[in-house]
Each structure stands twice: as structure tokens, then as C-alpha cells.
């Protein structure tokens, strides 16, 4: 009974996973010259890690989510617009609360796309349209190479170091699109070796997460950016995303209701508009705020950790009809 119990608390061993990370990081960070090879060990496996998304990834799924519209469009809509805006009005309304640094990463939190597996499995679990799950989510990623960096310099500007100049124009084409674009012309030849090696490839996008992950709390330990966090700031971070999570699976069932959709496509929305993807936010994270990343990917790890808590009773409620 404690088994299942503890098994229901902690659903997935990634989170376990990420906790160690963090912490790994944060008591162990490497420095110096050791931080800087972590560093580009981290960069070449985020290159390595986009082109297996686009190499895995099916031609045919990119140009049908490129084609369909009115769910998949709810889905950008929720998780590039609404989301954002409701994580700046609470990091206007309640940032005060946290240094600056973990207000950027609550916004960009808010700004991150959807996740891919956990978004689909859950909502087979609640009833929803799966393949509109499947097409949505992927459409999310696509778009949230281009649109998560763009709303960061937009929305965040000066203030989180990021500006669309042609420095970040460079890195995010030379470490995010061009390693996409590489994956889905090598499908002919290597797609087949891609599908066959499945579990091989999912432990290396854990592990390449897990690594940026590490050198982003360790990059923060040497620059002293850590010494903002107590057990208050903690516990004021925790309650903003819960607010911001639960507005999120609230507000995407009511999105979809006013948009008129179906009930199946209102619980794949509120899956894959909801959750935000750490597999996409903690590499983007290294590329785009560098030193900075270790308190700003904070927020990103937390909301992760919590929508896998959550997501499992939500969506046996709505199979249940509730």
C-alpha cells in the first residue's frame, strides 16, 4: 500500500532524476576549466539532441501539423499567448516576491511549448483526440524553436540579456534549427535505425537533459547566483506556479469551451497546452541566458515536476466523465 502510495507521489523516475541534477550541481559544480568543457560537452549534445528530434520525427506528422488548424491552432494560441501573458501578470503582480532572475524564469516558464510524450499519454488516459495530441504537440516543439526565443527577447528584453540581434539569431539556427533540419533530411537513411532504437534514444534525451541541467546550476554556483535562494524564496517560487499551473489546466478546459471544441479535443488541449516541455526548456535555457541559466531554468524544473504529480488523477477524472 505505501508502495503504490509513494508510486502515485512520484510517477515518474525523471523527476527523481532532475532533483538529483539540480543538487548534483549545486553541492558538486565543476569550475574553472571544468566548467567550461562541461559546457560545450552540454552544447554538443543539445545539437545532438535536435538533430534525433528531427530525425525521429515523421515527415508526414510536420507537414499534416503544418496543414491542420483549429486544434492544433488552440494549442500554439494557449501555450504561445495566453500562458505567457498570464506568467507576466503574475511576475507583475507578485514578483516582488522573487529575485530577478527567478522572475524571468517564471515568464519564460509560461513561454516554453508543449511536452511530446507526457501530453499524448495523459490525454489517452482522460479520453481526448490522441492524434490531435500527437500533431499538436509536435507542432508545439517545431514552433517553439523560433517563438520561445523570440517571446523571451520580446516580452523579456534587456532585462534577461536576451535580445534578437544576430548573435542569438546564430545560435539559436546553428544549435536548434540547423540540427532539426540535418535529423529530417537523414530520415531516408537513418530513420529506420531511429525507430529501432527507441529506448537507446530516449535514455541519451534524459541524459542530455539532465546534463544541461547540472551545468546550469553549476554555472550558477560560480557566478554566486544561488545565494538568492532561502527556504522563503522557495516556498513564494512553489505557490506562483502553483497558481500558474492550475490557471493553466483550468483556464485550457475553458479555452477550449470557447472555442467550441469537442470534449476529446478539449482534454487534448488542456494536456498539450498546459504542460511545458524541460526536454526543450533547459537546452534553450543554456543557449539563450548562459551563466544566468541555472536560477532562471528553476521555475521550468519545478512546473515540470508538478504537472507529472498532477496530470495522472486530472486525467482519470476526466475519463471518468468528471
Known amino acids: 500500500m505505501r508502495i503504490a502510495m509513494l508510486a502515485r507521489l512520484i510517477p515518474d523516475r525523471f523527476v527523481l532524476l532532475l532533483m538529483a541534477a539540480v543538487l548534483l550541481g549545486w553541492l558538486l559544480p565543476v569550475s574553472g576549466q571544468g566548467l567550461a568543457i562541461a559546457q560545450d560537452v552540454s552544447f554538443i549534445s543539445i545539437f545532438a539532441l535536435f538533430f534525433l528530434h528531427g530525425l525521429r520525427l515523421p515527415r508526414h506528422e510536420v507537414v499534416k501539423a503544418a496543414r491542420s488548424w483549429k486544434v492544433q491552432g488552440a494549442m500554439l494560441a494557449f501555450s504561445f499567448v495566453v500562458l505567457p501573458l498570464a506568467g507576466l501578470a503574475l511576475a507583475k503582480g507578485a514578483g516582488w516576491m522573487l529575485p530577478a532572475a527567478l522572475v524571468t524564469g517564471l515568464v519564460y516558464c509560461a513561454m516554453l511549448p508543449s511536452t511530446v510524450q507526457s501530453a499524448i499519454s495523459y490525454s489517452s488516459m482522460g479520453g481526448g483526440n490522441v492524434a490531435a495530441s500527437v500533431v499538436g504537440a509536435a507542432l ?29 539569431i546564430i545560435r539559436i539556427a546553428t544549435m536548434l534549427l540547423l540540427p532539426f533540419a540535418l535529423g529530417q533530411i537523414a530520415q531516408g537513411w537513418l530513420g529506420g535505425w531511429a525507430q529501432r532504437q527507441k529506448a537507446m534514444l530516449s535514455f541519451f534525451d534524459r541524459l542530455v537533459i539532465l546534463i544541461a541541467v547540472y551545468v546550469a546550476f553549476a554555472g550558477a554556483v560560480n557566478s554566486g547566483s544561488l545565494s538568492a535562494l532561502d527556504l522563503g524564496t522557495m516556498a513564494a517560487l512553489c505557490a506562483l506556479l502553483g497558481v500558474l499551473l492550475a490557471f493553466a489546466f483550468a483556464g485550457a478546459w475553458f479555452f477550449g469551451g470557447l472555442l467550441g471544441l469537442e470534449r476529446a479535443d478539449r482534454i487534448s488541449l488542456v494536456f498539450a497546452g498546459a504542460q511545458k516541455s524541460i526536454a526543450t526548456g533547459a537546452p534553450m535555457a543554456a543557449i539563450l541566458f548562459g551563466a544566468s541559466a541555472g536560477l532562471i531554468v528553476l521555475p521550468a524544473i519545478i512546473y515540470h515536476m508538478a504537472q507529472l504529480l498532477l496530470s495522472a488523477p486530472l486525467a482519470a477524472r476526466l475519463a471518468r466523465g468528471s
Open 140 to 168: 508545439s516543439n517545431l514552433a517553439g524553436i523560433v517563438l520561445t526565443p523570440a517571446l523571451v527577447a520580446l516580452v523579456l528584453g534587456a532585462a534577461s540579456g536576451v535580445t534578437i540581434g544576430s548573435d542569438t
